[in-house]
């Protein structure tokens, strides 16, 4: 598979070097700038994320942090999309001939009907979103190598999630991935439990054609197949898990409950739900500061899954034993005794976990 980074001109390769510092200044530097102003403003510690948040207006850093991040992530679309877009003949050619050399399966659905909460807004702020073009895949996995500081090269993140998150099934038959995007949380899931079948899901055609052309490439007979997370078409009681990464912060929280109603629908007795996502970590100006992320990142229903209960919805599901768990993103993966002492800014990363009672 073409990476774009390995035909990247001098001029492209600056470019993208200049956003990734800019974002790490935002992150490493501005930030922690941020907090120490806020810490030295005289005032009692917030009790609520709302108080915080009103008082981080207030600052004379804020106006630049916030800035800098929007300013800085269309930087980042731009580069990305101008790199992808000018290599479109080369990238589509490859799509068609890697995928037809695949064991995996493709399975689209034309008719499928995008959700309005879904195709009305640029999430991220890439223009034209993940679904709306096939290079829009190629734009987003080369642009989010650098939203995540070039951290998450080779998909440590997911991998970590795999690894540290999933529980340890030798005889699992059928996992599935909600949310795959171009498969990169599905692709280490074949590691995790070689002898099941894998699916990803996804609503974006764009996405899947790009993951079931990078499996092809790796030897990986995984499936993929367009459909809604909250209506995948898939038999009642036959995985053993059920798994998402960062994708129900995309969804308002009817459609968080029908994904998490889906799951349960969709596990075998005995089987195991988990998502990676974020949570509020309790520091109500860190939280503040993420809350404020939805509106900096177009990410219109951020706050709609900080406000619901997603433990009550996997009891609701008929799901067991729900819990949320730290994830350290760096090193540890999951980690019971919280973030950790972080001074610079990142997503507060956490695991849902909850399980499908057994038969009696």
Known sequence: ????????????????????????????????????????????????????????????????????????QKMLWKAAGEAVLSRRAQLTEQLAETAADGAGTLTLNSSLELPSWYTDFDIHIQPGSFFSDDMSAY???????????????????????????????????????????FGKSTRPLAGKYPGAEIIGVDLAAPGLRLAHAEAAAEGLALS???????????????????????????????AVRETIQEAARLLKPGGALRFLEFQPTGD????????????????????????????????????????????????????????????????PWAVLAANKPEER
Not at 234 to 243: I, K, M, P, R
Request: glycine share 8%; hydrophobic share 40%.
């Open 224 to 254: 993929y197949r367009q459909a809604d997370g909250r209506a995948t078409g898939l038999e009642s009681g036959s995985c053993d898990v059920v798994t998402g990464t960062m994708v129900l912060h995309e969804m308002p929280s009817d």
């Open 139 to 181: 734009v987003y996995e080369f642009g989010a190598r650098i939203v995540m500081l070039r951290d998450n090269d080779g998909y440590k993140f997911h991998k970590l999630f795999t690894q540290t998150a999933l529980p340890e099934l030798p005889a699992a038959e059928r996992v599935v991935d909600i949310g795959c995007g």
């Open 284 to 347: 109500p100006f860190r939280d503040a500061t993420v809350f404020e992320h939805a509106e900096r990142n177009n990410e219109p229903f951020f706050h709609d899954l900080f406000g619901s209960d997603l433990l009550a919805m996997c009891a609701e599901a008929g799901l067991t034993g729900a819990s949320w768990a730290p994830f350290d993103e760096r090193n540890d993966g999951v980690r019971e005794d919280g973030w950790g002492d972080r001074r610079e800014w990142h997503f």
């Open 1 to 72: 598979m073409i990476d774009i980074e390995d035909r990247l001109t001098l001029d492209e390769r600056s470019r993208v070097d200049y956003i990734l510092a800019l974002r790490k200044q935002w992150a490493n530097t501005v930030y922690p700038a941020l907090t120490r102003e806020y810490a030295a403003d005289g005032e009692p510690p917030a009790d609520t994320v709302e108080q915080a948040a009103n008082r981080l207006h207030e600052l004379s850093l804020y106006p630049w942090f916030s800035h800098l991040e929007r300013v800085q």
